[in-house]
């Protein structure tokens, strides 16, 4: 791997002083080529991956396999295969989770009908995902990418600090916040504006990161754009984080970003027990293990 963003993860694991990070691996949906990503992640020394799954699913998966570096758990159903990995998040035994490249949606649906679930439907969980635009030169994180429709103004002010709090744990000092929308103006005929507003103002007094809003995605990430418009404040055109609306939004700008302008992601559900990697059915083997690398990252801290 040797894009900005895999250059940048593997910084971020190469500061991990205690190494390998156990993982659990979800197997359904697993195949050869993700199996061999895995275990050459796991042979680089950062990672010692568990692959849980049912025992179907594993013995048709390792059928002639070199299994080094990977420890297999078995279980009869995919749901109870599920149930422990999980589990194991729990009693602290792994300290990341991770899918196979799949529907992102998906697999969050599958989640919330396993009974006893940790990763909840309500403002402690969401879905962070990271990029680094060779155009920016540095990292860039989105959300929600994964678990709200239409987060209401309480939830996105709940979800917030959690949010900082993880991005000060990746390194940025005082995270910068838009609150993306069509426009930069507050208007009533456009409600997400009021709403990016509201938040905004709860937290005009926050310590150690800064949120605006409304802003459009040119006055977040551009500076050009900051300066031509004379947009004022700390975030336009050095936002960190972009805290879209809505899912669909959210999902518009990664996908924009991996399928149109070929930048890869890297992509977490947040919010259970240890961080859950969750790559993109088009983002492959790849995917996987820079979710992974993400995942790992904010689980060590």
Known sequence: MSTPLDLHLMKLVDAIEEKPVPVAV????????TLAALRT??????MKPVLVGSETTIQGLIRGEDLAGLEISEWETPSEALGTMLQLATLGSVKALAFAPSDQIAAWDLLQQLEGDP????AHSFGLSMVVPET??????????????????????TMLPKLVDLLKQLGISEPRVAMLTAVEVASPGLPATMDAQAVAAAFEHADSFHVQGPLS????????AAKKK????????????????????????LHAWTLLSDTPAATLLLGGPVPLALPDASEGEEGLVRSLAFAVALATD
């Open 119 to 122: 990763f909840k439907a309500d």
């Open 41 to 46: 992640a796991a042979g680089a020394g950062w």
């Open 26 to 33: 979800f197997a359904e949906g697993m195949s050869v080529a």
């Open 230 to 253: 004379k947009a004022t404040g700390e975030v336009p055109g050095k936002a960190d984080l972009l805290n879209a609306p809505n899912l669909t939004v959210a999902r518009g700008i």
């Open 217 to 224: 995605m040119d006055l977040a990430i551009s500076e050009h």
């Open 136 to 157: 920016l030169g540095r990292p860039l994180f989105l959300t929600d990418t994964v678990v709200h429709a239409e987060p209401d103004v309480e939830t996105r002010i």
